[in-house]
């Protein structure tokens, strides 16, 4: 596949490394007592023997007992230089982000625990749940039972509250239960809106259809600064991090008579662009100088604190396969400031967007649907179709139309087929429509009269190939996994030599990630959770993960009720932020086109 000549793309990776533009220069700024003076002498930079700059003149010696001159400070990328920086498409790992890291959480922690009553902060903790599959298949041995995320969590919560020190530990199930709902509203929303304005894009207010997901903001920023003109179909609702934030900041935060600035959040995600979401803008609180996130660190930073403190994340803790004691009755729900953990959620194990959507139309129609997947090019890229079930000679008539797109291979090819559906001009922006008709036109024989092809209605769009289990902050497979041995006895991993390996369906290029790892954090994430069919089932049982059939028992009932009871506590928790005084659009957010200020043909070195 051809990529724009604005990409950089190495190694076959699938992720967008930084380019020229990405270069911050060295700034020194003199002050006016420094400044040069007619006639003296040019300053120069040296280097010593540490490595350390030092701006010198003629007459200056390194070393010595004489005075090395001004050493210069080591220049950084900070985080928000790399915010306000248009060059680049996508955050990279090889980006220095100083105020987003876990050194900078045991920073906090250690200040925190010595500062007075008056001025301590609440330390809070919130966990994904691809993090907690993550570092569960990480330490799993094979001559062992399984770690299962329920234990991890378990084993993670004990390390963060007697280690570390943190208050309060969550996982961000809940805040994905609140944004599913809330993407499921804006989709009805933005339907109804369609078919009264009957029209595929408006100039404000992003009502457009198909609608994109919003979650993970590795997309968010390569869309805002690469394809502005996709800006109004992608969806206003947060991110299950960021609604995890409002909850803690303000909703816990008032049940604990804190103010947002008196509560230190940090997140652990599996994604590096997570550290640039909580950074943005809009989720800055100006009245309290306070973000509703203060600090990401990705999983593998997360791994890497329990090393360093010398705790053993494969170790059992008490208790740690029991269900949370006040979701068992649902009188006991949230007797305190509590919510429910690692809930279920169908779909795919980047949070089930797309099969929200699908779930509800289903519920909803009147007549039956039946659904049928399609994969386009890879298991990246598929289709999910809903019809209206008919006679078996006719095919039914097509209510939905979504796909699920990871990675950006395939994310450019659904940019370009929204582009051609919606009669939107692909990276020219929003204000240049192409004449005609919006939607896809199937031309069939000579004489016949075209045929509309039905366009997408919503697509679950992921930067990571794979989804958020394979994110760039997840813990790294052991040393020797998926090596196997040569003829001379060597353990060897040809395919991330770059090597091509044959089988019997022909030649296999070397990718990007470890795709045998990535299976397995995708088993561990749903183990004890039921994983979506590929196609429709009985009502009486379920398709596991390992597609045996399981039927529907006391473990579907306790799921239901779950469900249930977080419905009646997204309700109470709207009320209670509504009365508060918070904004309408409680868990909504705004995007913004980014413009280029670099010149690639003005690069100079």
């Known amino acids: 596949m051809a990529f724009s000549g604005a990409l950089t793309l190495t190694d076959l ?11 911050k220069p060295v700034e020194q700024i003199l002050s006016k007592t420094e400044g040069k003076q007619p006639g003296s002498a040019s300053n120069e930079i040296r280097i010593d023997h540490n490595g350390s700059y030092y701006e010198v003149n003629g007459a200056t010696p390194i070393g010595g007992s004489t005075t090395p001159g001004k050493k210069l400070e080591q220049a950084q990328i900070s985080l928000n230089d790399c915010l306000a920086c248009s060059g680049c ?7 220095l982000i100083t105020l ?3 050194n900078e959480v045991l920073s906090f922690l250690s200040s925190n625990a010595t500062a007075d009553v008056p001025s301590r902060k609440v330390p809070v903790i919130s966990i994904a749940p691809q993090s907690l599959a993550s ?5 799993s041995s094979p001559s062992s039972a399984p770690i299962t995320p ?5 084993r993670l919560r004990a390390f963060c509250k007697e280690v570390l020190g943190f208050d309060h530990v969550f996982d961000t199930t809940f805040a994905r239960h609140v944004a599913l709902r809330e993407h499921v509203k804006e989709f009805i929303e933005r339907q109804e809106e369609y078919r009264l304005k009957d029209q595929a894009v408006k100039s404000e207010g992003g009502t457009a259809l198909p609608m994109l997901a919003s979650a993970c903001p590795g997309w968010i920023c390569y869309a805002e600064k690469a394809h502005p003109e996709m800006l109004p179909f992608i969806a206003r609702t947060q991110s299950p991090q960021q609604v995890m934030g409002t909850l803690v900041k303000h909703w816990m935060g008032e049940k604990w008579g804190k103010q947002p600035n008196e509560i230190y959040h940090v997140s652990v995600m599996p994604c590096y662009d997570k550290k640039l979401e909580a950074s943005r803008a809009d989720f800055y609180n100006e009245a309290y100088s306070t973000r509703d996130v203060d600090c990401v660190i990705t999983t593998g930073e997360m791994q890497l604190l329990a090393q360093e403190k010398g705790w053993d994340l494969s170790s059992p803790v008490p208790e740690e396969d029991t269900l949370q004691p006040s979701l068992t009755t649902s009188s006991k729900l949230l007797s305190d400031v509590s919510l429910p953990e690692l809930m279920v959620h169908s779909g795919s194990s980047s949070g089930g967007y797309l099969q929200s959507i699908i779930e509800h139309i289903q519920s909803t129609s009147p ?23 008919a006679e078996p000679a006719a095919e039914g008539k097509i209510v939905f139309k979504g796909a699920k797109c990871y990675g950006f291979r395939n994310l450019q090819n659904v940019v370009r087929k929204v582009g051609k559906e919606t009669g939107v001009r692909v990276a020219m922006g929003a204000a240049g429509k192409l004449k005609g008709q919006a939607a896809v036109m199937k031309r069939g024989r000579r004489g016949q009269e075209m045929i509309s092809e039905k ?17 760039g902050g997840q813990a790294k497979p052991p040393t020797n996994f998926g090596a196997v041995e040569d003829a001379e006895g060597y353990s060897r991993k040809w395919e991330e030599s770059g090597v091509l390996l044959e089988d019997n369906s022909g030649p296999l290029a070397a990718k990007w990630g470890n795709k ?9 994430y749903w183990h004890d959770l039921p994983t979506p069919p590929a196609s429709p089932t009985s009502e009486n049982h379920h398709m596991t993960n390992s597609g045996e059939k399981e039927d529907a028992g006391y473990d579907s009932e306790i799921r239901n009720e779950i469900v249930m009871m977080a419905d009646r506590l997204l309700i109470d928790v709207t009320d209670e932020l509504y009365r508060s005084g918070s904004q309408h659009n409680l868990f909504r957010t705004n995007y913004r086109a980014v413009e280029s200020e670099v010149v690639g043909l003005a690069v100079k070195w």
Not at 368 to 384: C, G, H, M, T, W
Request: charged fraction near 20%.
């Open 135 to 139: 570092l569960a298949a990480s330490v």
């Open 150 to 154: 329920r234990q991890m969590f378990h």
């Open 100 to 102: 987003q890291s876990h």
């Open 367 to 389: 007549t039956p649907l039946s659904l049928s997947v399609k994969q386009i090019r890879n298991a990246d890229y598929e289709e999910f179709v809903l019809r209206r079930e």
């Open 516 to 524: 045998e790892w990535t299976k397995r954090v995708e088993n561990v």
């Open 13 to 23: 990776n699938d992720f967008i490394t930084p380019s020229q533009a990405c270069i």
């Open 89 to 95: 498409i996508t955050s990279a790992e090889s980006v």
């Open 455 to 471: 366009g997408y209605d919503y697509i679950e769009v992921m930067a990571c190939p794979g989804g958020c289990v394979n994110g």
